[in-house]
């Protein structure tokens, strides 16, 4: 199945890089357009100095590992976005279901959008400069967190576009609400966790947890203490919750394919 799938999202970067020109010029503008969000973080800081505590590399920290980790899912997860959307308006997605691979693996291969690359590298160059300016004492751990918390962080905004998705079962449209958490998400969680209320908190650790994209990680990475007394090594759990959370998106979108009516019954 993995070959499979390498297999169709080749075919797709084959396919988008034909016309070359028109790819590097929208991949440099989303790098660019996704670079001007930290700009205004740092412009923020040239007022404030500090947030929470927090310096501006503290939360460069937070910013690249929810960018690089949104990114990821962006260009993964791009069929269930708005590909997905006009798919089931369209009636297309009678075709999805007709093929042996299934429903979720047919959507998957979809669609991979490389240029999202823009956001990864920009993340990346963010993430670079926060690495590189704050005294983080590097361990084997430490070493082996940032990759797991990216990875986990992928996954769960990737589980979120699904759910988004499920819910066209029942809409036909992927609701706006979902990119609050998505894209609303990456850009709040940029943040530390400790300056939001107890409710948003809440949410963003257990109801919608993109909180163990980063904010975990970085408590852990910097040794630093939360205000409210979450403990650094939440950030090891930040794979499972990505799995659970992934098999809960999942489960979701076996129930939504049961509610499918094709366009043509």
């Not at 690089?68 to 009678?94: K, L, T």
């Not at 958490?181 to 939001?196: D, N």
């Not at 203490?225 to 999942?250: E, H, I, Q, R």
């Amino acid at each position: 199945m993995l070959r499979l799938y390498l297999t169709l999202i080749g075919a797709r970067i084959r396919a988008q890089m034909q016309y070359k020109v028109s790819f590097w010029m929208e991949l440099v503008g989303f790098g660019l357009v996704t670079g001007l969000e930290f700009a205004a973080v740092a412009i923020l800081f040239a007022r404030f100095r500090a947030i929470g505590g927090w310096g501006i590399a503290e939360v460069a920290l937070l910013y690249g590992l929810a960018s690089v980790a949104f990114g990821i899912a962006e260009m993964a997860s791009r069929g269930f976005d708005s590909p997905f959307e006009r798919m089931m308006q369209q009636g297309a997605f009678d075709t999805i279901l007709i093929r042996p691979t299934g429903s979720f693996f047919g959507v998957l291969a979809s669609e991979f959008q490389l240029m999202r690359l823009g956001r990864i590298t920009q993340g990346l160059a963010v993430l670079g400069y926060a690495l590189a300016r704050l005294p983080i004492v590097w361990t084997p751990a430490r070493l082996l967190l940032l990759p797991l918390t990216v990875l986990a962080g992928a996954a769960i905004y990737c589980g979120l576009v699904v759910i988004g998705a499920t819910v066209c079962f029942w809409t036909i449209k992927t609701p706006e609400v979902i990119n609050v958490f998505t894209a609303g998400g990456a850009e709040a969680s940029s943040y530390p966790l400790s300056i939001y209320n107890g409710l948003v908190r809440g949410v963003f650790l257990f109801v919608v947890p993109i909180a163990f994209a980063n904010y975990p990680a970085a408590l852990y990475l910097l040794g630093r203490t939360d205000p409210f007394g979450l403990p650094g090594w939440l950030a090891w759990l930040a794979p499972l919750v990505a799995v659970l959370f992934c098999a809960l998106a999942l489960a979701f979108w076996r129930v939504g394919v049961t509610k499918y009516q094709s366009a043509g019954s």
